[in-house]
């Protein structure tokens, strides 16, 4: 085992272009990243141009990259700045190894990778044309219309709390990400679409008695057909989506408002791991969908109201409104919302869950010279990778301000890396990297630097009669991080969040989430009591541990709300966040304001449905106190109010002065406590 400073395996020219982790995923990572069958996938990439137009060289290899043959050799002049396509793996490595598609990249502001699919969820590239696309039908918009999205995981659209009537549903369309695809009937080169007149007709015939027969329906779409590979979601009793999709809109068939459901169900990848593979471009591409389908339902030259909730999160990013989802989001958002003609669209995203996960450290050098260490505590039985981001303050001009060096458990220590390095730190054993660390900048918006730290798994699961596993492990225990200051005043301030590695609600537990185990940190009071506030002499902070991708400046942001206790849960998190670069403060403190994700402490979670009809489960978090607000938006938007940022902000307001001190602070209550009533009918009792 042992520490050295590496080039660069790519072209250093575009590493400020092409996302960080993809070094990893591409690189040391790839048996974690990649499916195992290299011929038989394809590697979705969100691009972000730096106009609204193709130039022609671009456009020209970029086509090639695509191999799909029917694009045009014309490059398009209109197009939007945020675009996904799926490359063949081979092309893939081609694109990121080989120094004549420095142009292609050089036309980018960015460029991210997504978990791969099955070539099967993909366009062919043998395809001519895709099939002859056809607009959702719908009947007549009224005033009261709404269209109301989710993005989610685990899409119950047979429920009974999604229908008008036993054998019409109220969800115009699913689209699964993931599925086999489709031809296009989505409008996008991948996945699977399901349109209310087949789930309609699924209603009619899949039934047993008087019931609808929902494991029918889902076994018919292959949502939950054991016979396929992959994760079904639909076959457990309960699920994250079905949750969130009926607190946000779910009513009994007879008393449902004119509220159009159109579902985005995320490949199963983005949501099983989330320990550093971006779910960028199939959540760009969730919100497009949502915001194309209902333009359809209106028809032309029409607009309806529209709001989406999209109950996801992330830890670690620069907290400042500049992570890709984040500019994506904004972007869609202002352009429909600035368009004269268009109604609303408003998106609604949970603060996060981690106020104590121990993932945020803030580091200000008192003088020159100073070392600050961090130990962080990896977890045995951790089977997925594990990252670090530490964020440096924006800087004027560039220089070599921060040191960073890495010791392992074993107490071997690396060489430093600088800021500005253009070399990459790797520790290899048997000629294996179980970690590396680089340097990497993030030119505008975001302008600052960032050291990426990324781990190998501490356990795999080995072949069948192999004494050792095929692929590298990373030792368990603390290593200790130590950042020396070589010019950073006492005011600049080093930001350093561990990425989320969780298992989320119902998927096998693989990741374990790493966190810094420093001793200043007390977890608890002498009761026993978890301590919620920090103290300001320990560097690891409860403090800005808000969602990575909730502080954009379109986003209707919501934290967690004790409704008998009527304060925050333990978990729910906040700001402050980082002022954008040139700014003379940050956009948000935290979230819009706080609403009900548990009924009482000892009645966790609220209530919402199952996954089959009839059925009732409780789940707790911010990604439930998120659709209630979704709920809340909805009937403002059919009733012709705003149903904006602001809004959501005065009725918090209007609320908290009706309500008992103490108020919780602005950065993680926003403007207050919002009481709303529960979703579930009163007869459910817990």
């Not at 490059?75 to 793996?89: I, S």
């Not at 032309?300 to 500019?327: M, Q, R, W």
């Not at 190998?456 to 009669?465: D, Y």
């Not at 103290?535 to 808000?546: E, F, H, Q, T, Y």
Request: glycine share 8%; charged share 25%.
């Amino acid at each position: 085992m042992g520490w050295k400073l590496d080039p660069p395996p790519y072209n250093p020219i575009p590493r400020s272009i092409i996302d960080p982790y993809v070094f990893w995923t591409w690189g040391p990572g790839l048996s974690d990243f990649i499916l195992p069958s290299f011929d038989k996938q394809k590697i979705p990439v969100l691009l972000r141009q730096r106009e609204n137009k193709w130039n022609d060289e671009a456009w020209a290899l970029w086509r090639e990259l695509s191999d799909l043959p029917h694009l045009s050799e014309d490059a398009p002049r209109e197009t939007e700045r945020f675009t996904t396509g799926f490359l063949p793996f081979d092309k893939t490595r081609s694109l990121l190894t080989e120094a004549r598609y420095e142009p292609f990249l050089q036309s980018l502001d960015r460029f991210t990778l997504g978990p791969p699919l099955p070539a099967s969820s993909v366009a062919d590239t043998t395809e001519q044309e895709a099939r002859r696309y056809q607009p959702l039908t719908s009947t007549k918009a009224t005033a009261k219309t709404v269209i109301v999205g989710i993005i989610d995981d685990g899409i119950p659209f047979a429920h009974e709390r999604f229908r008008k009537a036993v054998s019409q549903t109220r969800v115009e369309c699913v689209w699964i990400q993931d599925g086999i695809y489709d031809g296009g009937l989505s409008g996008f080169k991948y996945g699977r679409e399901i349109r209310k007149p087949v789930i309609d007709n699924l209603l009619v015939t899949c039934r047993q008695g008087d019931l609808v027969d929902e494991d029918e329906i889902y076994r018919r779409l292959q949502l939950a057909d054991f016979t396929m590979d992959g994760r079904k979601s639909l076959a457990w009793r309960a699920s994250h989506g079905a949750h969130v999709m009926d607190i946000a809109c779910g009513w009994e068939p007879n008393q449902a408002p004119d509220w159009r459901i159109v579902c985005v169900q995320l490949p199963t990848a983005t949501t099983a791991d989330s320990s550093g593979a971006s779910l960028a471009p199939y959540a760009v591409d969730a919100v497009k969908y949502i915001r194309d389908k209902a333009q359809e339902i209106a028809g032309p030259g029409k607009s309806l109201p529209i709001v989406i909730n999209f109950s996801y999160g992330l830890l670690a990013g620069p907290h400042d409104g500049t992570h890709e989802i984040e500019l994506a989001i904004d972007e869609i958002l202002h352009e429909h919302n600035s368009k004269a003609g268009n109604k609303p669209m408003r998106l609604v995203i949970p603060s996060g869950n981690s106020h104590l996960a121990r993932a945020h450290a803030t580091i200000a050098f008192g003088s020159a010279s100073d070392e600050v260490t961090l130990p962080l505590r990896m977890l045995p039985d951790d089977h997925t990778p594990s990252f670090v981001e530490i964020w440096l303050p924006h800087a004027a001009v560039a220089g070599n301000r921060v040191r960073l060096t890495i010791e392992t458990p074993a107490g071997e220590i690396s060489p430093p890396l600088m800021e500005n390095d253009n070399q990459i730190l790797e520790l290899e054993t048997n000629g294996q990297v179980i970690c590396n660390a680089g340097y990497y900048f993030f030119p505008a918006p975001t302008n600052r630097g960032m050291f990426l730290i990324s781990l190998q798994p501490t356990a795999r699961i080995e072949a069948e009669n192999s004494p050792i596993p095929v692929d590298p492990m990373a030792p368990h225990g603390v290593w200790i991080l130590t950042l020396t200051n070589n010019g950073l005043s006492s005011q600049e301030k080093i930001e350093v969040w561990v990425q989320r590695d969780d298992a989320p609600y119902g998927y096998q537990r693989r990741g374990r989430q790493a966190y810094f185990d420093h001793p200043c940190y007390k977890r608890y009071d002498e009761a026993g009591r978890p301590i919620e506030e920090d103290d300001p002499s320990c560097l690891v902070k409860r403090a800005g541990m808000i969602n990575a991708i909730a502080t954009g400046k379109e986003t209707v942001v919501i934290g967690g709300l004790l409704r008998q206790e009527l304060r925050p849960p333990y978990y729910s998190a906040g700001g402050p966040i980082t002022p954008p670069a040139g700014a003379p403060s940050a956009h948000r403190r935290g979230p819009e304001a706080l609403t009900i994700s548990d009924d009482s402490l000892v009645h966790a979670g609220v209530l919402g449905a199952g996954t089959r009809s009839g059925s009732v489960v409780a789940m707790n978090g911010t990604s439930v106190s998120a659709p209630l607000i979704t709920r809340w938006i909805a009937g403002e938007l059919a009733s012709g109010r705003a149903g904006n940022r602001k809004a959501v902000r005065k009725l918090a307001y209007n609320n908290e002065v009706l309500l008992p001190a103490p108020k919780p602070s602005p950065e993680r209550g926003g403007a207050g406590r919002i009481i709303l009533p529960p979703v579930r009918p009163v007869t459910v009792k817990r």
